[in-house]
């Protein structure tokens, strides 16, 4: 699916009711009509098969009600009428209509009145059969003609067919007008339906993986004394599951889409950091995903070399836009490493190990006689790189003495050189503490604001025995990170900002100037417990939890980063992705955050250092998986974890 040019002009999609089960996805308004205007339509793998579809009884629309999600790909909306003469102020007939994304909805009329009703139905419909990406820059097209078509209507273009049928047939259809017409009698308190599917033509339902049985991620249930806990880890989940994309040339293989209704296509280093923070829902997305980017993997003899291709990034007001291929590449042995601990089959690590190599054989290929790794390069070095590139030397020796391969030595060797250079060259010394430099350009010089990105130097990785990899920064450095981070510059009370208030070009709406970033979000609480700085991590945790709920418990890719008062709701930004495969796998990383679970299958041991301040309270995880088998946590109000339930033969590590 093509990904539209972000300008200005976007469509906001802030307020619209958006169900997704890839490559289905439809987008109205909260009335529940579809005009054609903006967004609205259902979509088919990036085109519009139907941009039209507005209800009429009695000749006139239904008063809306409400509008609400009912999962990830199901939508409720519900309106009223006065369909009776003189039935005074209460309606009496109500319109029901259940919208699913793969094309299929369910119009129902509901009759209260204490009379026979005789109601007429009217659905107009009609199509542009414009792509995306046409429609998000403003360039669709008009209305194509219609056709009346076996119980329904059809429509065809240069870009191909679309029909909608009807069930029970309509009494009328009129091409002209895209009309569909019914006369019903409904008896007192009765009710009638209607269910139109729309396709493009020769294509099935779009159902997501989830409803076939065939999805690689477990379904987890939390529960405790926060009810906010339950919602969000399955709206999480829901979310996940709506955003799996298949391999067309290998079917089995899924990995997610960024996010709807922009990025629902493949986006590698979201895919890889979102498969990583689920992996407490087992190994199955990880391996999809890896083995999918790994058939991407760019050969040959240049400097290019083992890369993970992928577009570039904005990277806010501060440095140019970045290469997400360099952050993929970096990824793809970390996940690979920690999938393996958290018990992907040897067969499948030893399948995948190759490409992992020639990912790490080109960071050290890169970086050459240097210490540092420029993103791209020659450019900045950025951070947020030696962040991605340390971690990945690290968990890659690890994963190559564990699999019995040569080069861990060189590459811990390289790292260790990488962490005593970085404490001295990164490092901004100042009156209120100092702070790690964003990035240095090409003649050294650094830049010192502070955003969200040092998150990353907090990320450091699970190694064997559940041991966190070392990091970046010293220990004297990490503490001044966790108090940056937990103050009011950085911590808005919904989350994380991207970029501190007092910084130069601040904007609470800027994607990577100010806006709160739910992923960064939950590394940062991720990694400050982690590091033992409970009390960062628990504002965080509470004010990302506190903006879940405002958002239905479907976190968005970002939300404004305005201070939260009191009784304020975090500001919605217009073109964020909703859901987003990031955000909702963060939702997972927050919660297993609380038990600090930390496997080691081929040890056969699982670790546990839960938040001891128990931000939440008790919390219960169940459904998870390790080493293939289901996994259930308790952390109780003390701050104590206790297994409920494990694979046979894992055992407890201290």
Same mark, same amino acid.
């Given at each position: ?19 997704v ?18 967004l ?11 941009s039209? @579809?507005?209800?009429?009884?009695? /000749? ?25 003469p003189?039935? %005074? ?20 009329l ?6 026979? $009703? ?21 360039? =669709? ?6 056709s009346?078509?076996d119980?329904g ?19 009328? #259809? ?5 009309? $569909? &017409? ?8 009765g009710?009638?339906s209607?269910?139109?599917? *729309?396709?493009?033509?020769?294509a ?23 009810? &906010? ?15 799996l ?11 997610l ?21 689920t ?10 995903? $890896?083995?999918?980017?790994?058939r ?8 290019q ?15 140019p +836009?970045? @290469?997400t291929?360099?952050? #993929? ?5 970390a ?6 601990r ?10 995948l ?25 020659p ?14 030397? !690290?968990? /890659? ?5 564990? @699999?019995g ?17 970085f ?6 010394d ?15 010089t ?7 990105? =040092?998150?990353?130097?907090l ?5 064997? %025995?559940?041991e966190p990899?070392? /990091?970046?920064?010293?220990k ?20 994380? &900002?991207?970029?501190? *208030? ?14 709160? &970033? ?10 400050l ?18 903006? #879940? ?6 976190? +968005? ?27 909702a796998a963060?939702?997972? !990383?927050?919660?297993?955050? $609380? ?14 250092? +839960? ?8 919390i ?25 339930e494990?694979?046979?033969g ?5």
């Amino acid at each position: 699916m093509p990904t539209p040019r972000r300008s200005v002009e976007l469509p906001p999609t802030h307020t619209a009711m958006i169900c997704v089960a890839l490559p289905g996805l439809t987008i109205s308004s909260e009335d529940g009509q579809m005009t054609g205007q903006g967004l609205e339509g259902f979509y088919r793998a990036g085109r519009r098969v139907l941009s039209r @579809c507005q209800v009429r009884v009695a /000749g006139r629309e239904p008063l809306a009600m409400q509008a609400r999600m009912t999962s990830a790909d199901r939508a409720r909306f519900v309106g009223t009428l006065r369909a009776s003469p003189h039935s %005074g102020p209460d309606p009496d007939l109500v319109v029901e209509r259940i919208r699913h994304a793969d094309g299929t909805e369910r119009i129902t009329l509901h009759s209260a009145a204490r009379r026979p $009703l005789r109601v007429p139905l009217e659905v107009a419909l009609g199509t542009d059969l414009a792509d995306l990406g046409a429609i998000a820059s403003g360039t =669709a097209g008009p209305e194509l003609p219609a056709s009346v078509h076996d119980s329904g209507l059809r429509w065809s273009g240069a870009a191909g067919y679309s029909s909608v049928t009807a069930d029970p047939p309509p009494a009328d #259809a009129l091409a002209s007008a895209g009309l $569909l &017409r019914w006369e019903f009698e409904l008896p007192p308190g009765g009710s009638t339906s209607v269910e139109l599917r *729309v396709r493009p033509d020769g294509a099935g339902p779009a159902r997501a993986p989830r409803r076939t049985g065939t999805s690689p991620l477990s379904t987890a249930r939390a529960s405790g004394d926060d009810p &906010r806990v339950q919602p969000l880890l399955r709206t999480s989940v829901e979310d996940l599951h709506a955003l799996l994309l298949r391999d067309p040339a290998h079917p089995s293989d899924m990995q997610l889409a960024a996010g709807a209704p922009w990025r629902c296509g493949p986006a590698p280093a979201e895919a890889l950091a979102a498969a990583r923070m689920t992996l407490p829902l087992g190994t199955g997305l990880a391996a999809g995903t $890896l083995r999918s980017l790994a058939r991407t993997q760019l050969g040959g003899a240049g400097p290019q070399c083992g890369m993970i291709p992928g577009p570039r990034r904005d990277a806010g007001v501060h440095l140019p +836009p970045g @290469c997400t291929g360099t952050e #993929a590449t970096l990824l793809f042995p970390a996940l690979l490493a920690e999938a393996r601990r958290w018990g992907l089959p040897e067969a499948e690590t030893e399948e995948l190990l190759p490409a992992a190599e020639r990912c790490l054989a080109w960071l050290r290929t890169t970086v050459g006689e240097g210490t540092y790794l420029s993103d791209p390069h020659p450019g900045p070095v950025r951070c947020e790189t030696q962040a991605h590139a340390h971690r990945a030397a !690290l968990l /890659g020796a690890d994963l190559l003495d564990g @699999c019995g391969r040569p080069g861990g030595a060189e590459l811990r060797q390289w790292a260790q050189v990488l962490r005593t250079e970085f404490r001295e060259d990164f490092w901004v010394d100042d009156r209120g503490g100092g702070r790690p430099a964003a990035a240095r350009a090409p003649d050294g010089t650094l830049l010192p604001y502070l955003g969200a990105a =040092a998150v990353h130097l907090l990320d450091t990785g699970l190694l064997g %025995g559940g041991e966190p990899a070392p /990091g970046l920064l010293d220990k004297v450095q990490t503490e001044q990170l966790a108090r940056l981070l937990g103050g009011p510059g950085m911590d808005s009370g919904w989350g994380l &900002r991207g970029l501190g *208030v007092t910084e130069v070009g601040y904007n609470p709406f800027g994607h990577r100037s100010g806006a709160v &970033r739910v992923h960064e979000t939950a590394i940062a609480v991720a990694g400050l417990a982690a590091a033992g700085y409970e009390k960062e991590a628990s504002s965080l945790l509470r004010g990302a939890l506190a903006a #879940a709920e405002s958002f239905g418990h479907r976190l +968005p890719e970002m939300y404004a980063g305005e201070q939260r008062t009191a009784g304020g709701a975090p500001l919605p930004h217009p073109a964020a992705c909703r859901p987003a495969a990031t955000a909702a796998a963060a939702g997972v !990383l927050l919660l297993v955050t $609380l038990a600090g679970i930390r496997p080691d299958a081929p040890a056969g041991t699982i670790t546990l250092r +839960p938040m001891h301040s128990a931000p939440l309270g008790e919390i219960v995880l169940r459904g998870l998986r390790i080493a293939g088998a289901p996994f259930s946590v308790r952390v109780s109000r003390l701050g104590l974890a206790m297994v409920e339930e494990a694979a046979g033969g894992l055992q407890l590590g201290v």
